[in-house]
């Protein structure tokens, strides 16, 4: 211990030394140095275990009583990473939609509203700890933003258009609109795949969110 100024004693308290000064009496110096323990142990930040709660200091998160993952790195169980891949690819193609509709505003009022609605998506995503992993997250994410919207589109198409009705009236043995019931012509039926392919591709486009080009960015290929 440094020498101690003058005035000053030295006074013991859990193991330690402490200077205090020579007239103040022993409780009273005890219970400073008390307060001043406590004061310290407020400010240290209390030690937990990896796994402590959902997700402890490491960002481990528990998925049994003996085992705890890495989110971000490794698989939280099959019907866990279908959830969170289902719930990443439905806020991506919220966003998706939110970008493009804010694409005019951007470019001819140069705001910024993309970019905002690119990282509300990502907050949400990481409040909601929605970091799919492994094939099956990746592919339920896929299925969420792309294969649902557009099969949906494609349904609608098949609806609003007239070889769509047409077929529909064929296959379910009534009349049609404007005519009697008929077999779509082989040439009918390639226009109306067209038709349900090129509002699947427009659907597609309208949910791709900014850093995900294409269906293919979702599927990493070792080529090691």
Not at 53 to 81: I, W
Not at 203 to 214: E, F, K, L
Request: proline residues 5%; glycine residues 12%.
């Amino acid at each position: 211990m440094a020498k101690l100024q003058e005035g000053y004693k030295v006074f013991e308290y859990n193991g330690k030394r402490y200077g205090v000064p020579e007239d103040m009496p022993e409780d009273e110096a005890e219970q400073v140095i008390k307060e001043q323990f406590l004061s310290e142990e407020k400010d240290e930040e209390p030690a937990l275990p990896p796994s402590f709660g959902a997700a402890g200091r490491e960002g481990k998160t528990r998925v049994s009583s003996e085992r705890t993952v890495d989110p971000e790195t490794e698989s939280e169980g099959f019907m866990q990473e279908i959830a969170e891949g289902t719930a990443a690819g439905i806020i991506k193609a919220g966003q998706g939609l939110g970008e493009l509709i804010a694409l005019p505003s951007d470019y001819f009022f140069d705001t910024d509203y993309a970019n905002k609605i690119q990282e509300e998506s990502e907050a949400l995503q990481e409040y909601l700890g929605l970091d799919p992993v492994g094939v099956p997250g990746q592919l339920a994410e896929v299925a969420a933003q792309f294969i649902l919207p557009g099969g949906l589109a494609a349904k609608a198409a098949v609806r609003l258009s007239r070889l769509g009705r047409l077929d529909r009236a064929a296959r379910q043995g009534r009349a049609s609109i404007g005519g009697p019931t008929r077999i779509l012509s082989k040439g009918e039926r390639r226009l109306l795949l067209a038709q349900q392919a090129g509002a699947a591709t427009v659907a597609d486009i309208m949910v791709t969110s900014d850093g995900t080009a294409s269906i293919g960015d979702f599927v990493e290929v070792d080529q090691h």
